[in-house]
C-alpha cells in the first residue's frame, strides 16, 4: 500500500488482481456533490495509471473524535461492564491494534500507560472546530431548510429529511444514493430505511 505525503490524498493498493485507489474524503452528510468527487478521483487515476474499466466505487465512514482521539473505554461512565473501541479516525491498523492493548490491559488488571488518554469520559468536553461545525451544522440545517436544496431522490421516495437521531436535516448523496446526515453521519436509503447509525429507527414516511 502506498499513500501520498502530500495534498491531495490518494493511497493505492492491489487487491486480487485490481488497483483499489482511495481518495477525495469528505464529511459525511456535507458535501454537497458526492458523484464530483468520484469523478475528480476517476481522472486523477487515468491521468496516471494505466487501467481499465471502474469496477466499484463506494465510500467508507469513519468515525473521528472532536479531539481526533479514539475513545477505548467505558461506554457509561463507571461501569465496566461495557467496554467499548472507537474514533479510530481512519487509522484502524495502528490505532485498532492500541485500542485492544489497551483494553486488554485493562480486563486483565494490568493497565498500560497510555489508557487513560482514551478514556471515553475522562476527557472533559471542549469545543473544537469539529465540535463547533458540527453544532453549526445543526442548526443550519433547520435555517437553511426553505431555501438551500438538499438534494433529490429518485421519483417516489418520499421521506421526511428530519433524522430520527436528534432531528438535523438530512442531505441526499448523489453517489451513494443515500441520504446522509451532517451531524452525527446515520445514513438511510432512498426509501428512508436506516443503513448505519447513531440513529436506530428509519426516516419517516412524508
Ligand atoms: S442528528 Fe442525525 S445522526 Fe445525529
Excluded at 426553505?146 to 421526511?160: H, K
Excluded at 451513494?176 to 453521519?185: A, L, R, T
Aim: aromatic share 6%; net charge negative; charged share 20%.
Amino acid at each position: 500500500m502506498s499513500i501520498t505525503a502530500g495534498s491531495p490524498t490518494r493511497s493505492l493498493r492491489m487487491a486480487g488482481g485490481l488497483l483499489m485507489v482511495g481518495g477525495e474524503g469528505y464529511l459525511t452528510g456535507r458535501e454537497p456533490n458526492p458523484a464530483a468527487r468520484l469523478a475528480t478521483l476517476d481522472d486523477w487515476t487515468r491521468t496516471h495509471l494505466p487501467v481499465g474499466t471502474a469496477h466499484h466505487a463506494w465510500a467508507a465512514q469513519d468515525y473521528i473524535s472532536d479531539t481526533g482521539l479514539p475513545f477505548v473505554g467505558p461506554a457509561v461512565p463507571g461501569d465496566e461492564r461495557v467496554l467499548v473501541a472507537t474514533g479510530y479516525g481512519k487509522w484502524g491498523l495502528t490505532t485498532g491494534a492500541g485500542a485492544g492493548l489497551a483494553l486488554a490491559g485493562r480486563l486483565l488488571g494490568e493497565p498500560v500507560e497510555w489508557g487513560p488518554a482514551l478514556e471515553p469520559w475522562a476527557r472533559p468536553p471542549e469545543p473544537t472546530s469539529r465540535s463547533v461545525a458540527t453544532l453549526g451544522e445543526q442548526s443550519k440545517g433547520w435555517a437553511c431548510a426553505a431555501t438551500r436544496p438538499t438534494g433529490e431522490a429518485p421519483a417516489g421516495s418520499e421521506v421526511s429529511r428530519v433524522c430520527p437521531h436528534l432531528g438535523a436535516v438530512v442531505r441526499w448523496n448523489d453517489q451513494e444514493q443515500s441520504w446522509d446526515c451532517p451531524v452525527h453521519g446515520s445514513r438511510f436509503a432512498a426509501d428512508g430505511t436506516l443503513l448505519e447509525g447513531p440513529a436506530t429507527e428509519n426516516l419517516a414516511r412524508r
